[in-house]
């Protein structure tokens, strides 16, 4: 399990990123925490000509508070965030879900960005992202773009950015009051999750979020539902997620975990 | 842009355990072998090479570091511990480590380096741990020999002697 070889480049600007892209297409990739991206290197399931090191970029590297949105750039560590006197107050539900993200000895390195751009689809942070329904900010060399989180994820391990894009930062709205539920069901803390859910009212009623089952983390947002209404609600949507048995757990296994899950936090938060 | 290209050697330098060393690398170069192969610091052990495990679990500027999913490049000017910094002298093991042995908290020893790494450095952050937080941090690494309760109960042994500051013998 050795890496075939590649150039390396450490940048020190977004600039030299984004030209490093644009040069190599899809044969260059950008090195963040390297906790997901080394491991498939060192399997060969990637095989890029170059890597791009963003972790020495210090504009990437803030957290920001802003009006109604915390903003956090590329460079932020998963352990950073978590850190981060501001989290519980502004992003609850991160503060509930980012403790999932793999083990204190991955959060070290991990970025938050990073575990958006991999995409897998039992990850925590993906699920974040649109449960909150928050923004990718993208940056090519000659364009940038938001991308609202529901349109981000295209499949297993696939998203909607250009091989030329640098995901230069997030931003997750910051819900006030809002009430917030997540919980997951995995082998082990820390390993990736079964399925994962998350809760939070909205004003028409409640959304629901599910990671876990489908190719990409699904939200569903409902009147204020009760009883065999939700039932209903959440047994239909159980289904539409489509899922799959697996060697960790079967189809009819994760939709009973929605269901159940789902109406223990949605109790919890319309509370 | 300073790009190190696939086939070439390039240096690279930081600090092990306290002293500069240098040494050459290929980009793809991993900082487990890199450690193991060009330093002969064999301390850092090496098992599933994706992270999963936690053998080559080190300290690269004060974060918990899998050494295999780390390219020795990527470290140049950094500070770096492993197993083989945490004693404070050749002849005599550290508190931490003293309290393995007396627990048996290691048997083969594969996992051993990477899990004290962990330890080491959780503890000096938090000196008085629950049972709770120690798992949580195991659960970063793999023991296929003990079980997990003797790193358990070394590790609580461990913080509880260093805060009231008497140790019972070794024997
Ligand atoms: C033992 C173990 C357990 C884990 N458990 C979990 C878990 O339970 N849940 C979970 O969600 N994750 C888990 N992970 C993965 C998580 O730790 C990674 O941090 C995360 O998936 C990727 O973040 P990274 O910064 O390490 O990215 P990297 O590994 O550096 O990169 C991942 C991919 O994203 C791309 N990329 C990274 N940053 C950017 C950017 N800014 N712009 C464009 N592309 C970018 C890279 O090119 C690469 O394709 C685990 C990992 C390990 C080793
Ligand atoms: S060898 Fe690095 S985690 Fe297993
Ligand atoms: S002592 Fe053998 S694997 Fe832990």
């Known amino acids: 399990m050795k890496p075939a070889a590649f150039d390396y480049v450490r940048a020190e600007t977004a600039d030299e990123v984004l030209s490093g892209l644009t040069q190599e297409g899809g044969n260059a990739r950008v090195l963040a925490g390297g906790q997901s991206l080394m491991a498939m290197i060192n399997m060969r399931v990637a095989k890029p000509k170059l890597l791009i090191d963003i972790m020495h970029i210090k504009e990437l590297r803030q957290i920001e508070r802003k009006a109604g949105a915390v903003v956090i750039g590329a460079g932020v560590r998963q352990a950073e965030l978590l850190a981060w006197p501001g989290l519980a107050e502004a992003l609850p539900l991160v503060a509930l879900a980012l403790p999932w993200v793999g083990h204190a000895q991955t959060r070290s390195r991990g970025t938050i960005c990073g575990s958006l751009a991999h995409a897998d689809p039992s990850a925590e942070m993906p699920l974040a992202l649109v449960a909150l329904g928050g923004e990718v900010h993208l940056r090519s060399a000659t364009r940038r773009r938001r991308m609202p989180a529901r349109d981000f994820f295209a499949g297993m391990m696939l998203t909607a950015r250009a091989d030329d894009e640098l995901i230069e930062a997030i931003s997750l709205p910051v819900l006030g009051e809002a009430r917030c539920a997540f919980r997951e069901v995995a082998r082990r803390h820390g390993d990736f999750a079964i399925v994962a859910c998350a809760a939070m009212p909205t004003p028409a009623g409640i959304r629901f979020a599910v990671a876990g089952v489908a190719d990409v983390p699904t939200a569903r947002d409902w009147p204020r539902l009760e009883g065999s209404a939700l039932d209903d609600a959440l047994n239909g949507f159980a289904y539409e997620l489509d899922a799959r048995d697996d060697v960790h757990a079967t189809a009819r296994y994760r939709r009973d975990l929605v269901r159940s899950i789902g109406r223990d936090l949605i109790g919890e938060v319309l509370q | ?171």
């Open chain 2, 1 to 171: 842009m300073n790009r190190l290209e696939a086939d070439a050697r390039h240096p690279v330098r930081f600090t092990l355990n306290g002293k500069a060393v240098e040494a050459e690398a290929e980009p793809r170069t991993l900082l487990s072998d890199f450690l193991r192969q060009q330093l002969g610091a064999t301390g850092t052990h090496v098992g599933c090479e994706h992270g999963v495990c936690g053998a080559c679990t080190i300290v690269v500027d004060d974060m918990l570091t899998r050494a295999c999913l780390t390219l020795a490049v990527q470290v140049d000017g950094c500070d770096i511990r492993t197993v083989e910094g945490i004693a404070p002298s050749p002849d005599r093991l550290s508190a931490l480590q003293r309290a393995f042995r007396r627990n048996h908290a290691l048997q083969c020893g594969f996992c051993t380096a990477g899990i004290l790494m962990s330890l080491d450095h959780y503890l000096s952050r938090h000196p008085a741990p629950t049972e709770e937080e120690i798992r949580e941090l195991l659960s970063g690494h793999l023991c296929r020999c003990t079980g997990y309760t003797p790193i358990i109960r070394a590790a609580l042994e461990a913080a509880r002697l260093a805060t009231s500051s008497e140790e019972t013998s070794d024997a």
